[in-house]
């Protein structure tokens, strides 16, 4: 199939990547002129791993093609997709100015019969705005579809390639044959394409991340319980994991979830049930929950040191809001690097891959602060003569780092934990004060 992706975000460049890849014709377009000539060039825009390969594959095919001109993208194809970003806006609700800027579009140049997907995460009721944003100026028949898209950072080519499902909402039946002749060659292992109406598949992506950040402040709060009872959350986490109506996954608790998608999407969905005076209690429950739990390791920061951490430096392993991504959207770190600034500490960070966007993100700071805040090139020059290490972010590097190796090189044997990757008696063995989340603090120093 001619297939056009509008939007080379991190979702419309893994998906017009993986539609190439099983053969499909696929012009990506953008309106950043310096981004599309990269991508010409062979450059990928975004960390992801597995996308590399097949994004040059596809390049090199002939099947995976970038423009800047949206009329020339989409006037052989029959499948458009829209993805484009709706961040929101300061009440929480989604920003759909871009999705129905390029309808508006869109509804000047077709000419002939065009499917429409929204693989945007949106309210509920956008494909009905879509639809009228195009049918003002078209003058042939469309159709538009829901196809929310469920990828997960740092495995997002696996999860496009061998979807759990894929969801359709549509109502046409000449839109649904063609979108499920398309995703065939992704779900011969039997997983469903499951279809519906666009507001169920609107609010499907919603409820799917909702219900999965509730689960993760669930166990946030858990911990914080579990600290004060002389509980170990682990052991928590793997006693109610092992019951199959509930699964291990979503379960580990940290410091706060963050990312493109769940912070955005819980604020949306809780915006969307207030415009129709629903008070979702539990979505607000999870959002101050999550608020308040990327700020837990910082006050085990100050609670240990004292409020004034002039003199003191802490060293960070991790920056991402998870591992394998360079996306710092909502990290954790973002806010505990400010407040470990503000109260006065100089800092050495060290991620794999965010670094330099966390770099741009405090480009803002006041001299004084910007020069406490320094970014190394490797994690161990981040743990040289420091006065405490922080581990924000779970990096498969992190797990296996020698213990006896960190304490060498720390001033202070002294670790704060937001991921929990260490073992407490490997830790206690060693000789370290050790501060993880929902645990009992080690303190063998």
């Known amino acids: 199939m001619r297939i056009a992706v509008i939007g080379t975000g991190y979702v419309g460049l893994v998906s017009g990547t993986c539609l190439a890849e099983t053969g499909n014709h696929v012009v ?17 825009t975004i960390f992801e791993p597995g996308l590399e390969n097949i994004f040059q594959r596809n390049i090199r095919e002939g099947r995976l093609t970038f423009t800047t001109n949206l009329e020339e993208a989409i006037k052989d194809v029959i499948l458009i997709f829209l993805a484009l970003p709706t961040p929101p806006n300061e009440d929480g609700s989604a920003d759909l100015s871009y999705v129905l800027g390029v309808a508006e579009q869109l509804g000047k140049i077709i000419t002939d019969y065009k499917v429409i997907i929204n693989k945007s995460t949106v309210p509920v009721g956008t494909a009905d705005k879509v639809k009228a944003a195009v049918a003002e100026n078209a ?9 929310p898209e469920f990828l997960r950072e740092g495995v997002a080519v696996e999860d496009f390639m061998k979807p759990d499902r894929v969801i359709i909402g549509t109502t046409s039946a000449r839109a649904r044959k063609l979108i499920e002749e398309l995703y065939k060659p992704y779900v011969r292992q039997g997983n469903p394409i499951i279809f519906m109406d666009e507001r169920s598949a609107e609010l499907t992506k919603y409820a799917a991340n909702s219900y999965l950040a509730t689960r993760i402040s669930f166990m946030n709060e858990l911990a914080l319980l579990a600290e004060k009872l002389g509980a170990n959350i682990d052991n928590v986490r793997i006693g109610v994991g092992s019951d199959n109506r509930i699964g291990r996954r979503f379960l580990f608790p940290g410091i706060g979830y963050g990312g493109s998608c769940f912070p955005k999407d819980v604020q949306a969905l809780a915006k969307t049930a207030k415009e129709n005076k629903y008070d979702f209690k539990i979505l607000n429950a999870v959002m101050n929950v999550n608020n308040i739990q990327k700020h837990i390791l910082s006050e085990k920061v100050l609670n240990y040191f ?35 600034l503000d109260a006065g500490a100089k800092i050495l960070a060290y991620d794999p891959e965010a670094t330099s966007n966390v770099r741009n993100y405090f480009c803002n700071l006041d001299e004084t602060q910007k020069a406490r805040l320094i970014f190394v090139e490797r994690g161990w020059d981040a743990v040289k003569n420091v006065d405490a290490l922080a581990i924000l972010t779970e990096w498969t590097e992190f797990r296996g780092a020698d213990l006896a190796e960190i304490k060498a090189n720390l001033k202070q044997p002294v670790i704060f934990d937001g991921r929990n990757i260490y073992d407490l008696d490997a830790v206690e063995a060693i000789g370290f004060y050790y501060n993880s989340i929902g645990r009992r603090t080690i303190n063998n120093i």
């Open 28 to 44: 990506c377009v953008d309106v950043d002129i310096n981004k599309v000539n990269k991508l010409k060039s062979g450059v990928v």
């Open 139 to 147: 003058a042939c028949e469309f159709d538009v579809i829901s196809n």
């Open 306 to 340: 004292g409020a004034d951490l002039s003199g003191i430096t802490i060293g960070i392993w991790g920056l991402a809001f998870k591992p394998n991504t360079d996306d710092i959207r909502e990290a954790p770190s973002l806010y505990i690097i400010q407040e470990l």
